[in-house]
């Protein structure tokens, strides 16, 4: 195992540059989620660092070996010793699970250690041992994804890659197939990287979250870091959902159409002020806060979304319990607690 540094990394398909200098440090044993929309260049980062595409400039690095970039001959997939899991784990449907599992081992290993090193890694993603004789269409979506990742973890890979390998389970299959994995990264410390769109996957698995838009790396940071100081309006929104309000700052308040604010930090003139939802506290007793009318209210059992348009016209999102909730049409007062974070507006030095 090793760390993964990737320094000023650039590929451009034509006139459009999917990777826009790239730099990112992925530390030995840890698991870095790379997060964006469709289309922003994670996957495209992905395959640079597995060796299926080349990068125009920058550097790829495997602890100290660089095996792509700097003038050097970039290292083929196969040396690279990289694990990789697709979408939809590609096993072969003629191999059993043994078979599938032991693939990426060499014929001294399959023929001496082969069959421990299976048990070893059913046991390490948390299948049965009995499963090694069952073939691919005899598993669940989850346990196939499983076995994908035992495949790439058996040949003791030195960085291991994920495309959003749960991207085609159903909510609950994919919660527990997703901790299942993290269990098992982290069991042999492995360095691992995921692509994904998907929020909470990545807040949730990561101890990095590296942010990308528009082929470029826009935050990485720790997962709460992320959540609560993103770096701009525009990963707030995407990183969770968010209000963010215009406002005037002066010092440590604020003061915006959802009243005054306290904030992170002091602050001086316009500002875009960002809320997250569950800030936003609902007042059905009508004791105190700004006034509005509940337009929408998304119940999801523990808990729901309830969008308000206040009184003066802005529409602001609120999250609160799911125990007792206002329907629509609803007067409420809302109010804003904790610390909110403070940006310059678009186009203000």
């Known amino acids: 195992m090793s760390s993964l540094t990737i320094t000023g990394v650039t590929k451009s398909f034509g006139t459009t540059r999917a990777v826009d200098d790239v730099t990112l440090e992925v530390p030995h044993g840890s698991f870095t989620t790379v997060l964006g929309p469709s289309g922003c260049g994670k996957t495209t980062l992905l395959r640079l660092i597995a060796g299926f595409l080349v990068p125009e400039s920058g550097t790829i690095a495997f602890g100290s070996t660089v095996v792509a970039g700097d003038g050097v001959r970039p290292m083929p997939p196969q040396t690279r010793r990289v694990g990789y899991v697709p979408q939809e784990g590609a096993l072969f449907p003629h191999l059993d699970v043994a078979a599938n599992i032991a693939f990426g081992l060499s014929r001294e290993e399959r023929g001496t250690t082969g069959g421990d090193r299976v048990a070893e890694m059913l046991d390490l993603v948390e299948l049965p041992r009995d499963f090694r004789d069952r073939r691919p269409d005899e598993l669940s979506g989850g346990q196939q994804q499983r076995v994908a990742l035992a495949r790439s973890l058996a040949p003791a890979p030195a960085v291991v890659l994920l495309d959003e390998p749960f991207s085609s389970l ?46 470029r790396l826009v935050q990485s940071a720790p997962p709460s870091e992320v ?20 406002g005037a700052a002066r010092g440590t308040r604020a003061t915006c159409a959802l009243g005054e604010v306290v904030l992170t930090a002091p602050a001086e003139g316009d500002v875009a002020l960002m809320v997250r939802p569950e800030q936003v506290f609902v007042d059905l007793t009508h004791a105190e806060g700004v006034p509005g009318t509940v337009e929408e209210v998304s119940y999801y059992g523990h808990d729901c979304a309830v969008q308000v348009r206040l009184d003066e016209g802005t529409s602001v999102l609120a999250r609160m319990a799911g125990v007792r909730h206002p329907v629509a049409g609803d007067p409420v007062h809302l109010r804003v607690t904790g610390l909110v974070r403070a940006y310059r507006p678009a186009g203000l030095p």
């Open 170 to 215: 159903d909510a609950g299959l994919r919660g527990s197939t997703a901790r299942a994995v993290r269990r098992a990264l982290q069991a042999t410390h492995t360095t691992a990287l995921l692509v994904t769109h998907d929020q909470n996957e990545a807040l949730s698995l990561a101890d990095q979250v590296a942010v990308m838009r528009g082929g």
């Open 227 to 246: 959540y609560l100081s993103p770096s701009d309006p525009q990963v707030a929104e995407f990183v969770g959902r968010a209000v963010v309000l215009p």
